[in-house]
């Protein structure tokens, strides 16, 4: 089959979004598939002018490219999704969440725009389109869940690997961090483990790596860092209400516990309480409980860690299954 | 349901406020309202069924304004009272209830006022809704050449506060008429607070022996309230002494008003009060036997101060034009606009000879306002209206999409691939505002 892989690229931010489109296309033309990727540029950061990108991207035709049929569009995120096309399947990475679950939320720009609830409208009416494709798909049972509750959307999860599954192991010699490996962003919360920190017990150390979504938020986590005399960047998963979190599964793959928190979304699709992780209340004192325990309770992680290894083999994750539903 | 109300609210001299006063225990009933006011102050009154919170419209919070439901702005012809609401309106697509269809005092008060509008910006306003011809009028007006009446009269711009509204309220026929066929328009008639207490039959009845009988005039008092001419009538007429005349008010050109009563010897009959509290305009309007209510030309609205003085049973002098004209002929005395003295003179003998025929017509409008400008049916439609606004969101949003597409398109300066490009646009348009992917966005202006 030809098929194209709609999904939007926001001008100089690449994550887990980006990666998820190219496993999909690798595995498609693994399948034996011709695969293309379509990403539609993509600006919300002036609110005003979403519903003209949602327009641009109704009037897209990918019906036929150079005279050979497109046999079938795979959407993927908001507002490419909208693109209509005869034999569309739409696999729900996220919806525009300011305009739903993230409405109230303080760092959205959406309900502090004047035009905010008619854009959010936009958005709502817009998205109720996405009855118009042949399946819809969510990327997590998070995702359904809102599809459903938002939009009142049906929708069936598809989970799929992380990016170089393959790579992922335990290395024999445990170092003396939790590791947070995350873009810097608000919504992955990385202040909550800066502020836990500040009330561990124990000298807990944390790694953070990422990227820093505004060179803003950036410089404020540094700050904090230094106000709470945090000694080194670090660990763990407790984004708020995350899609997916393909961290929860890379911890999984290398068999390491996962710390999370109780509105974390994802990851609560895959972090059994006491059993491959801790989930705590997201509060900076129930982390910081949860960080000591396992900072002091090594063998218990290690223990978690593999049980979560475990589970991973058990889910079956894969791109051919991926790839059958989505044609099927 | 929750209700932002942006309004003026007492002590503000304005009738607006007054009713926003009387809605505000009708709306609390089935919606959490907030009232924001500009001024920092305001009477304690409005806080009893409302939540009120004072606004900069150059900050406004937009994140507690965008948690309501539905917005109203209260919307008429004085730029103190209404420029900051008119501000958050044009950045915030609400529902424009108004109260006057002729705003030029309004929007060139802004540029006199230096309250928000600049002179360019006034003319470019001008401009969009009027055509170039309204602009070379309005800078006739702003260099002192036209008056505003009648620029108002050729250029209403009542479209500068409701090309950007979700949906507009008015209180009459002809202003349901006069809305654009692309904003929905609802028509509710206007209503009153409760009536004041009165006798039976008006005051003026037990002393019709005494020979002297009290008119009034009331509201605030600009140019079209046509003071002059009754003032000349009164000093013509050769039993003027039968009459006495109270004038309440702020009077624009207050001054020339106090020369024409000096120069036409009526020192002795006519006093001018200025703005007066409410309760001693309650008192004023018990003793008064006639009000003269004539406005030429009519900003174009129902008259509050209308329903206002019928709840006194009062028989009022009103000019045959616009709302007024629609008025049933045996509720109000007519003068017409082109015969104003003749009229005035006609009626005042008339009313000598046959008090009681005047009385009964304050007798018919006060069973008039009861019948049809209940405060409680008026806010009831109201709430009704709000209902509707996820009608009117997709409403405006379609529209607002077709004018960003049309002026992209405006750029390829092609008009047959416009042309050809244009149904699909609308198409998708369409399918992007439906909501649910079956339904059409057919709607239409509503009763």
Known sequence: ?328 | MKINLFSPLPPTRSEIARQTTNLLPLLARKAEVIVWSSKKQWHPEAGTHATVRHYEAAHPPWREISDADVTFYQTGNDPRYHHAIWRISQQHPGIVILHDLKLQHFFSGLVFHELGLNRRQYLELVERHHGAKGRVLAESHLRGLLGTEELAEQCPLTGGVTENALAVVVHSAAAYHSIPEETPVAYLPLGVGAAPRTQETPPGSSRSSTEVYQISVFGFLGPNRRLPVLLRTLSNFPQRDRFRLDIYGTIEGEDKIHQLVARLGLNDLVTMHGFVAEDRLDEALRRTDLVVNMRYPSMGEASASQLHLWQYALPALVTRTAWYETLPENTVAFVRPEHEAEDIQAHLTSFLDEPEKYRELGRNGRRHVSENHSIEDYANSLLEVAERVPEFQTRWIARDLARRAGTAMNAWSDSSTIDAFLPRVAQEIAMLVAGNPSTSTGLAKSG
């Open chain 1, 1 to 328: 089959m030809r098929i194209l892989i709609a999904t939007v690229q926001i001008p100089f931010v690449s994550g887990g979004a980006e990666a998820h489109a190219e496993g999909l296309k690798s595995a498609l033309i693994a399948a034996g598939h011709e695969a293309d990727i379509v990403a539609v540029p993509f600006n919300p950061a002036v609110p005003e002018r979403i519903p003209d990108q949602m327009l641009a991207c109704r009037l897209l035709d990918l019906t036929e490219i150079h005279g050979a049929r497109v046999d079938r569009l795979i959407a993927l995120k908001f507002p490419a999704y909208l693109i209509p096309h005869p034999n569309k399947v739409v696999w729900v990475l996220h919806q525009h969440r300011a305009a739903y679950d993230l409405w109230d939320y303080p760092f959205e720009d959406l309900s502090a725009s004047p035009r905010g609830v008619l854009v959010r409208e936009a958005i709502r009416r817009a998205d109720q389109q996405l009855a118009e494709a042949k399946a819809v798909f969510a990327n997590s049972k998070n995702i359904a869940n809102r599809l459903g509750h938002f939009c009142g959307i049906n929708s069936v999860p598809l989970y799929h690997p992380p990016p170089n599954a393959g790579n992922f192991f335990c290395a024999h010699e445990t170092g003396e961090y939790f590791f947070f490996p995350s873009r810097f962003s608000a919504t992955k919360r990385q202040s909550l483990v800066l502020e836990a920190l500040a009330l561990t017990r124990k000298k807990v150390k944390v790694r953070f790596a990422g990227l820093a979504d505004s060179p803003e938020y950036g410089k404020r986590l540094k700050l904090l860092a230094a106000k709470l005399g945090v000694e080194a960047i670090a660990v763990i998963f407790p984004p708020v209400d995350e899609d997916y979190g393909y961290i929860t599964l890379e911890a999984m793959l290398s068999s390491k516990a996962v710390i999370t928190c109780e509105d974390s979304g994802g990851p609560l699709e895959f972090v059994s309480h006491l059993k491959t992780g801790l989930v705590a209340k997201p509060t900076a004192a129930a982390l910081a409980e949860a960080l000591d325990q396992l900072w002091q309770e090594r063998d218990l992680a290690a223990k978690y860690g593999c049980a979560g290894r475990a589970r991973y083999e058990q889910m079956g994750l894969s791109w051919s299954e991926v790839v059958r539903q989505l044609l099927a």
